[in-house]
């Protein structure tokens, strides 16, 4: 009488679920630093006159820059695709996190156009926003951004050696 034992179980379903965790921590805290400090220094230039030079914080592009897509400027965008893609990281979907993690990234970048095509600050479309520079803020959303993809990137490495790598014992 042969009785089959089932396969012996492993803790973790996903592999290297401390690396996901601190990772997530390390996004969402430099987001949260993005959205507290001072992401962009703009000022507000007229027909007539340039005035009202002002830091823009991070809540405030968070809040508002959804409408940056009427300016040419879809850098806001890069917010729900890093959300994608940390989730991504978090089921072990690693490829799928390097993928739009990566894209994310790049549209995050994509935000300086802010510098070539200034923002429309009113509706008569008489006044607009000309970004000076960026700010800490800014610095810490694309570590944010760029921090996802990393992560995979090194994960699926990790994963791909222990894969190649011989059982130990079974070397002749």
């Known amino acids: ?96 996190a390097l993928v739009v993690g990566s894209i994310a990234a790049v549209v995050g970048v994509s935000s300086l156009s802010w510098y070539v095509h200034p923002l429309p600050a009113d509706e008569g479309g008489v006044q607009f926003t000309e970004l000076l520079y960026p700010s800490i803020g800014f610095i810490c959303w694309m570590l944010s951004l760029v921090l996802i993809p990393l992560v995979a990137l090194e994960l699926s490495s990790r994963r791909k050696a222990q894969a190649a790598a011989p059982a130990p014992g079974l070397t002749p």
């Open 1 to 96: 009488m042969s009785t089959s034992h089932p396969p012996p179980r492993t803790n973790a379903v996903i592999p290297y679920v401390k690396e996901r965790f601190l990772a997530a921590s390390g996004v969402s805290v430099l987001f949260l630093i993005a959205c507290a400090a001072p992401a962009m220094r703009v000022i507000t230039v007229g027909s007539i006159s340039r005035s009202n030079e002002r830091d823009l914080a991070g809540y405030e592009l968070l809040l508002t820059g959804w409408l940056g897509v009427f300016g040419l400027n879809i850098g806001w965008y890069a917010n729900p695709l890093s959300a994608i893609a940390l989730f991504l990281l978090m089921l072990g979907a690693d490829r799928g």
